[in-house]
């Protein structure tokens, strides 16, 4: 017994290890980029990237927030569309789904296909893209970066495999008890449901945050230009930054700006809030990340 | 008979206006544009709408299919496709069946960091792409000059793409299907494992007799959804990652980055609506076409 368990406990620690090393070889891509924003850009020229600053500077970083009209614009933007669009998604994702997880529902079978059967058969780029902007005029508005994205098929079965582990009993014997359908769903439903709504609204919220297609489809007015998109721009030109810091009087020479770090700063920015958000809200995952089965 | 039905309708009355807001905003967003697909065989003008558009038959259909460029895009979506699927079932698999043997404290750790490029945009896994390969100073090319190697032009050498985007596909996506997996394991009735323990079964019996076959049905879902899309490639991935770069179109060109380019810069509704009905249809006929095969085999694991 005693030479079972040490090895079991020595194939524990291989795997342990082994997920050491796997985790410091997913970092490794990240490290690289918050380090080269946080290099001198002379050493930079010079020397390239490397994991740790061979010369340690905050000049991106003091150059961006120094003038960062666009950025805060984007970032204003950004926030707003994660904000309702998180709201709204999570309020519509819960309903249906909590519909089709309830096994006395009549229409329940007729609406699982409703709503699945595009996910598997769909117009396509170009009938979406007309009806946004011709038919709906929701062209260069903040709606056309928050309603496309308002019901996936794939976060209502995610959140339907954990409504339909809800003990029915409860739901039926508070129907006995006269309360009506709004009732059960927002006073046990919601309640019982919490780990799934944190999954899926953080999912819902990263998806708004992290979007650049929405904006790239849509979005011309430089005044709702989403975060991402902001990003995908300044990759593309570094002008369009440089543009924006003379406009707030900084003594500016072109020559001294740090474009290469400066780059790799905007995507810290960029990425980072939710960086920070997302192992806070961690340890509801596994129990919220259960996928049913479509015929349930 | 419509009475009856209306005294059942009253009775589901609450529920059905619950599911009010999604049957509308399906039937707009995503039922109304299948009626656009009828732009695929007409020759689309703005001016006239799509109903005013004169009809054009196949020639949509007939351009796209005779340019060099259709085969390349399809075999790239699928070719790249395959290998995500395969290769993300078989590591997923692995890690979170490896991810179930260590302990609680680390999971949380280990977790956290598998997860963590899942949550970020194409357009930062762009930059760090970029941070490895640029020409001039990135990371890889520092490294091969310290081992006295000859830097290369990546952004030109179109051999490399495949490897850089499987391998950027797998650093960002590999974690979230091993968190579903992995959930899908913890949801396993632990008496199953007490009872084959009891029997003296090795960890390895425990995980081909039990975690594997119990985990099926999960399989067959993600694979068939999977096999769905195999000709929908993920935009983000090939069009921020190799930064649209004309000279890597050849390796890393798919589908729906052609359509998009010909969409917006050279405008040709019809083409790229003919486009995206193939994608539609070949991709319905496989899920239709799979999940018939897995019933065949076992009624139970289909998706319907």
């Not at chain 1, 990240?30 to 010079?46: A, F, G, P, Y």
């Not at chain 1, 920070?276 to 996928?291: A, E, H, W």
């Not at chain 2, 357009?123 to 640029?134: N, S």
Request: hydrophobic share 50%; with cysteine.
């Amino acid at each position: 017994m005693q030479t079972e368990s040490n090895r079991m406990n020595w194939t524990g620690k291989m795997i342990n290890l082994f997920f050491c090393i796997l985790s410091l070889a997913l970092l490794v891509p990240l490290v690289l980029v918050i380090s080269i924003s946080l290099t001198d850009e002379k050493s930079l020229l010079t020397h390239g990237y490397h994991l740790i600053p061979l010369q340690f500077s905050t000049k991106a970083y003091d150059i961006i927030l120094d003038a960062p009209k666009a950025l805060f614009r984007a970032y204003g933007v950004t926030i707003f569309v994660t904000l309702v669009g998180t709201f709204f998604g999570l309020l519509f994702t819960s309903l249906t789904a909590y519909t089709i997880s309830r096994r006395d529902y009549r229409y329940r079978k007729m609406m699982t296909l409703y709503v699945f059967f595009t996910s598997l058969f769909s117009g396509g780029l170009v009938p979406f893209y007309i009806l946004i902007s011709q038919y709906l005029h929701l062209k260069d508005t903040i709606w056309a970066l928050i309603v496309p994205y308002l019901l996936s098929p794939f976060f209502i079965l995610i959140m339907k495999g954990f409504m339909d582990k809800l003990p029915f009993e409860i739901i039926e014997s508070t129907k006995i008890d006269g309360a009506n359908e709004w009732r059960i769903f927002f006073t046990m439903v919601i309640p019982l449901s919490v780990p799934a709504l944190v999954t899926i609204g953080l999912f819902i919220s990263f998806q708004y945050w992290n979007d650049w297609w929405l904006g790239l489809l849509f979005i011309n007015n430089q005044k709702l230009i989403p975060l991402q998109l902001l990003l995908y721009r300044i990759m593309s030109t570094i002008e369009f930054l440089s543009n924006n810091i003379s406009t707030v009087n900084v003594q500016f020479n072109l020559a001294d700006f740090p474009s290469l770090s400066a780059r790799m700063a905007m995507a810290v920015l960029a990425a980072g809030p939710m960086m920070v958000i997302f192992p806070m809200f961690q340890r509801f995952f596994i129990s919220g990340l259960t996928v049913g089965a479509i015929k349930g | 008979m419509l009475q009856r039905e209306w005294k059942h309708f009253k009775r589901n009355r609450e529920l059905f206006v619950m599911s009010l807001p999604a049957i509308l905003y399906k039937l707009i967003f995503n039922y109304l544009p299948l009626i656009g697909l009828v732009l695929a065989f007409k020759q689309y003008r703005f001016d006239l709408g799509i109903w005013g558009s004169k009809w054009i038959g196949l020639k949509n259909f007939e351009f796209f299919f005779k340019s060099d460029k259709a085969f390349t895009v399809t075999r790239n979506t699928i070719l790249y496709n395959l290998t995500f699927i395969i290769l993300t079932l078989v590591l997923a698999l692995t890690l979170a069946i490896l991810l179930n043997e260590i302990s609680r404290r680390w999971i949380k750790v280990h977790q956290t960091i598998l997860f963590l490029p899942y949550f970020l945009s194409w357009v930062v896994v762009g930059y760090v792409v970029f941070g490895f390969m640029d020409h001039k100073n990135g990371f890889m090319n520092v490294m091969l000059q310290a081992f006295g190697e000859q830097p290369i032009r990546w952004y030109e050498q179109a051999q490399f793409w495949p490897f850089i985007i499987v391998l950027t596909q797998l650093w960002k996506g590999v974690g979230f299907s091993t968190l579903i997996y992995y959930a899908g394991i913890l949801s396993i009735d632990s008496s199953y494992y007490e009872a084959a323990k009891i029997d003296g079964a090795s960890k390895w019996q425990m995980i081909r007799k039990i975690t594997i076959p119990l985990l099926t049905p999960l399989i067959v879902i993600l694979l068939i959804v999977a096999i769905g899309g195999i000709f929908r490639a993920d935009f983000g991935l090939f069009y921020f990652i190799p930064n649209d770069t004309s000279f890597l179109y050849n390796a890393t060109d798919v589908i729906d980055t052609y359509v998009y380019r010909s969409l917006r810069i050279v405008g040709d509704f019809g083409m790229s609506t003919a486009i995206g009905l193939y994608q539609s249809v070949v991709g319905f006929i496989l899920v239709l076409l799979s999940n018939w095969v897995v019933k065949k085999i076992n009624e139970d694991n289909s998706l319907w």
